[in-house]
């Protein structure tokens, strides 16, 4: 007969998360030596070392272990990474995806559940090398053709939101095409001031206007937008943006104080293509809106206290187009972005779906180059937002206020910045029997 009190002992092991009995070997549990160090290596650390923008660095074993709980909470709600956009609907591969694949996160969830172990030092991995300041886009493209930064502004430590609009002159002095765009605060007081920042390009060049659009109005060419959890712009190949001899850049950066005085500036990386490569397509940054014009051109968002409500806006394509990417923009009350295309035939198609946007990660997701859609002229493109101004949401300041459109992190408004690249009729129908082909193949191959 079996001793009660080793039974005893026994239960209450099994009542421990993680015990495992010796025969389960086939199933080892995973360590932060030899399975977490690697999947943080890959996924984490970007942001979480010393001297990045993360709280807290998992680098070590030391520094990890006493996040593990939350680290299995942010994992397996998807929280962590940054990586918000619905994956199961709409465009599915990404140039820069940084979401943990299901075996990642199950990795994870049962080495927390097995109580964190540490694992054995021959299977550590060497500890990856992070040279100092990178740009993000170098690790693809080699360091930047140049970089030119905004004048600085000095916050004070207490003071109303501030949008800062200085003028940077370019150094070209040639015609030259762009490829890339990297753009970040400079400093770490900087990131902390920093809501948003855009770049405009100011030249003479009538043609870096969308179609459709009147230059004539006053309008500048948008080079890129910078908010929190969003780097660069890599734009498709045969794509991209021209600056011409005596352009400047024209920076309209929002900033806000944080309780301390702060010098703010901000920093644009260019990648160029080399001389005497010109791409055949221009691309245009378009802020497709999710809230309706009312006269006079203002936009209003009425979102009453303690309450969701949605708006929805619509835009028509002068041309047939190939969207490149999808970064959602909405502040505090922000709760989901959907983008979809009507087309001319009246069929929808989701072009794609964040339901956890999170204001504190603007995070650009940008299509593959074969995923990338493409649509044909009097396409609509339908932008619907939706808002959270209830005790449900962890981000709002304060459910009890009204919050109506407006620039200020307590305001709202709702677009979607995607990369446009306009084709001819014959463009677009080359496009669409290229792509019907890709899909034939595949079908086959799947039988």
């Known amino acids: 007969m079996a001793n009660p009190k080793n039974v005893l002992v026994l239960s209450a092991c099994l009542a421990l998360p993680g015990f495992l009995f010796a025969a389960d070997s086939a199933t080892p549990v995973p360590t932060f030596a030899k399975d977490i160090a690697r999947i943080f290596q890959e996924k984490c650390q970007d942001c979480h070392r010393k001297g990045s923008m993360a709280p807290m660095s998992l680098v070590s074993y030391e520094e990890a272990r006493p996040w593990a709980k939350s680290i299995r909470e942010r994992v397996i709600t998807r929280q962590m990474p940054p990586w918000h956009i619905d994956q199961t609907i709409g465009v599915h591969e990404f140039k820069n995806d940084m979401s943990l694949s299901k075996d990642q996160i199950s990795t994870i969830a049962k080495w927390v559940e097995a109580g964190a172990p540490r694992g054995e030092d021959k299977d550590m991995p060497p500890p990856k090398q992070w040279p100092d300041n990178e740009w993000k886009a170098a690790k693809d493209l080699g360091q930047p053709d140049f970089v030119v930064k905004s004048d600085p502004y000095m916050m004070p430590a207490h003071h109303q939101d501030v949008w800062w609009r200085s003028v940077s002159d370019l150094p070209v002095t040639e015609p030259r095409w762009v490829r890339a765009v990297e753009m970040r605060p400079a400093s770490p007081g900087s990131r902390k001031t920093t809501h948003h920042a855009q770049t405009f390009l100011m030249q003479d060049d009538p043609d870096g206007f969308a179609p459709g659009s009147d230059p004539s109005l006053g309008g500048r060419a948008m080079l890129m937008e910078?908010?929190?959890?969003?780097?660069?712009?890599?734009?498709?190949?045969?794509?991209?943006?021209?600056?011409?001899?005596?352009?400047?850049?024209?920076?309209?950066?929002?900033?806000h104080a944080v309780g301390e005085d702060q010098s703010n500036q901000v920093e644009l990386a260019v990648w160029l293509y080399p001389k005497g490569q010109e791409p055949s397509h221009r691309t245009y940054l378009t802020g497709f809106q999710a809230i309706k014009p009312k006269a006079g051109g203002l936009r209003l968002v009425d979102i009453p206290p303690n309450s969701t409500t949605q708006s929805q806006s619509f835009t028509v394509l002068k041309q047939a187009a190939i969207l490149e990417n999808f970064q959602p923009h909405m502040h505090w009350r922000g709760k989901a972005m959907e983008v979809e295309a009507i087309l001319p035939d009246g069929s929808t198609q989701v072009v794609s779906y964040v339901g956890k946007f999170n204001f504190n990660w603007m995070t650009n997701y940008i299509y593959a180059d074969d995923a990338a859609p493409a649509f044909p002229k009097g396409t609509v493109i339908r932008v619907t937002a939706w808002y959270d101004n209830t005790k449900a949401n962890p981000n709002n300041p304060d459910p009890d206020q009204w919050v109506g459109f407006g620039d200020r992190t307590v305001d709202e408004m709702g677009h979607a910045w995607m990369n446009v690249t306009y084709l001819s009729d014959d463009e677009y129908a080359a496009w669409v029997a290229k792509h019907a082909t890709?899909?034939?193949?595949?079908?086959?191959?799947?039988?």
């Open 438 to 447: 890709k899909t034939a193949t595949a079908s086959l191959a799947a039988k």
């Open 226 to 255: 910078w908010a929190v959890g969003k780097s660069f712009d890599i734009f498709r190949p045969d794509t991209g943006k021209l600056l011409l001899p005596g352009s400047q850049i024209s920076w309209d950066i929002h900033i």
